[in-house]
């Protein structure tokens, strides 16, 4: 087996090719152009090993039995090495020193397995390694800044409009003073108006001396009318309060004889109260209902009032409802009164209760009668003595 001269390409552990070799790439590689993403930059020991190697040197083979290679041939290779070593470094000068990495672009370690993959320059060294206790209360601490500069705020928004409001019942005041003042002006400015014209219309002094007599009258009646309107409504606050102290007074006594009276009895008498105020709503409810009924019918009654036939239809859906009514009253009778056999039983009883009441009212009739007769016979009796008294004493007279 021939074995590798020691300027052949070396190999690493992985088997793959040399770092010379992987690096001999455009210098702008497709995925660069397409992603944004800057050069790698060269390693030293790529530089090394790229300034070691000879480019234009061809490979040399010991075989046993082999001829040396031709000129012709060592010079095609040549110029082929020498277009690869253009094509892969490019515009790049082959020197020993570390050319410095690109902005944006972290240097990495070249390992036997080759490059990692390109990493953005965000993820390194971004944010914090480690979050333990201080970082969450940095955080808390921040938003805890943030809601006191908050609350600040709006402490201050507040006393900001409570000095507003504050200001806002000083106006009104004030304008209320300036209202006032300008209504008395107002007046006056009336009565100069009036003096004016009096006095463009060619008026006399009496005159003018009799509207202003008849004005003061006129202000005295209204002063004394608002007076007495002033007291009469004193007066009836006044009787309005004291309506009003003694409904709270007899609210108080009846509060007093509640809370006095048996728990049982008091009991009962929330119980019945608040029974009262559910049929009372129930009540209002039952009125809406029939405010709304009445609203319908008087629109139905509109609506017939149109069409004739549905009047008649009316009538004689209501006959028929009647005669339903009835039919139903009479078989409720007919189902009240039973089967047959009741109907006799209960007509024998009734004609047995009929007789005892007749034998009754039959003795009580006989017995009343012997009493009829028996007065009859003491009544004749007692005729009979008077007339033989009466006759003893014509005897005696005459």
Do not use: W
């Not at 690096?23 to 790229?50: C, D, L, N, W």
């Not at 240097?107 to 944010?127: E, F």
């Not at 507003?164 to 209320?176: F, G, I, P, S």
């Amino acid at each position: 087996m021939a074995s590798r001269p020691t300027t052949a390409r070396p190999k690493t552990s992985a088997g793959t090719r040399a770092t010379s070799a992987r690096i001999r790439k455009p210098s702008i590689s497709t995925h660069a152009i397409q992603y944004g993403v800057a050069e790698r930059p060269f390693s030293r020991a790529a530089m090394v090993s790229e300034s070691a190697a000879p480019i234009t040197g061809p490979r040399t083979m010991s075989r046993i039995g082999s001829n040396p290679p031709s000129r012709l041939n060592s010079t095609s290779r040549n110029q082929r090495a020498r277009s690869r070593a253009g094509t892969g470094q490019g515009a790049r000068s082959v020197t020993g020193t570390i050319q410095p990495a690109l902005r944006g672009t972290a240097m990495r370690p070249v390992t036997q397995q080759g490059l990692t993959g390109v990493r953005t320059p965000s993820r390194i060294g971004a944010g914090r390694s480690v979050i333990d206790k201080s970082y969450y209360m940095s955080l808390l601490r921040a938003q805890m800044n943030n809601l006191m500069s908050e609350i600040d705020k709006l402490r201050g928004e507040l006393n900001k409009g409570e000095r507003d409001r504050q200001n806002l019942l000083v106006y009104e005041k004030k304008a209320e003073e300036e209202a006032n003042i300008i209504r008395t002006l107002q007046g006056r400015l009336l009565d100069c108006n009036k003096i004016v014209d009096l006095i463009n219309t060619n008026s006399e002094m009496y005159e003018i001396e009799d509207e202003l007599v008849k004005l003061h009258e006129q202000r005295s009646d209204a002063e004394m009318k608002l007076a007495e309107l002033v007291e009469d409504r004193c007066m009836k606050e006044e009787k309005i309060r004291n309506v009003e102290n003694e409904i709270e007074e007899q609210k108080a006594r009846n509060n007093a004889k509640f809370h006095s009276m048996n728990p049982a009895i008091y009991d009962a008498y929330e119980e019945l109260k608040k029974e009262n105020e559910e049929l009372l709503e129930e009540y209002q409810m039952k009125q809406e209902q029939l405010n709304e009924l009445n609203q319908r019918k008087e629109q139905f009654d509109e609506h017939l009032a149109k069409f004739p036939l549905k009047q008649q239809a009316t009538v004689l859906y209501e006959r028929l409802a009647e005669l339903e009514k009835k039919k139903q009253g009479i078989v409720d009778e007919i189902n009240a009164e039973g089967t047959p056999d009741e109907q006799r039983e209960r007509l024998l009883q009734t004609v047995i209760r009929a007789t005892d009441e007749i034998n009754v009212i039959q003795k009580q009739l006989d017995e009343t009668n012997e009493q009829i007769e028996q007065l009859t016979e003491e009544l004749r009796e007692f005729d009979i003595e008077m007339e033989n008294i009466a006759g003893k004493s014509l005897t005696v007279i005459g």
